[in-house]
C-alpha cells in the first residue's frame, strides 16, 4: 500500500518540489479519476429523488403488506429502469483508495 502511494507522490514532487504541493497534485489526480464513479453515482442518486414521491405513494398503498409493497416497488423499479443498488457501487468502489 506504501508504494501505492509513494511512487505517485514522488513523481508528484518532481513536478512540484514542495510536498504540499505534491500531495495537492496527487489528491487532484485521484479526485480526476474517481470523477467517473462520482458524477455515476449522483446522477443515480437524482433519478431516485425525483421518483421518491411515487415511491412513497406505493409503500403507503402497502403499508401492512410488506410482501406485496416490496413486489410493488420491485415492478416499480423494473418498469423506471431503476437499479436500487447502482447509487451505492460507486461509492463502494471508491472506499479502498479513502481507507
Request: aromatic residues 10%; charged residues 20%.
Amino acid at each position: 500500500m506504501y508504494q501505492l502511494i509513494a511512487k505517485p507522490l514522488e513523481f508528484f514532487y518532481g513536478l512540484w518540489p514542495n510536498y504540499a504541493g505534491a500531495i495537492s497534485l496527487l489528491t487532484l489526480a485521484i479526485m480526476i479519476l474517481l470523477l467517473p464513479l462520482t458524477l455515476k453515482g449522483t446522477r443515480s442518486m437524482l433519478a431516485m429523488q425525483k421518483l421518491q414521491p411515487e415511491l412513497k405513494k406505493i409503500q403507503n398503498k402497502h403499508r401492512d403488506d410488506r410482501q406485496k409493497m416490496n413486489e410493488e416497488v420491485m415492478k416499480f423499479y423494473k418498469e423506471n429502469n431503476i437499479n436500487p443498488v447502482s447509487g451505492c457501487l460507486p461509492l463502494i468502489l471508491q472506499m479502498p483508495v479513502f481507507f
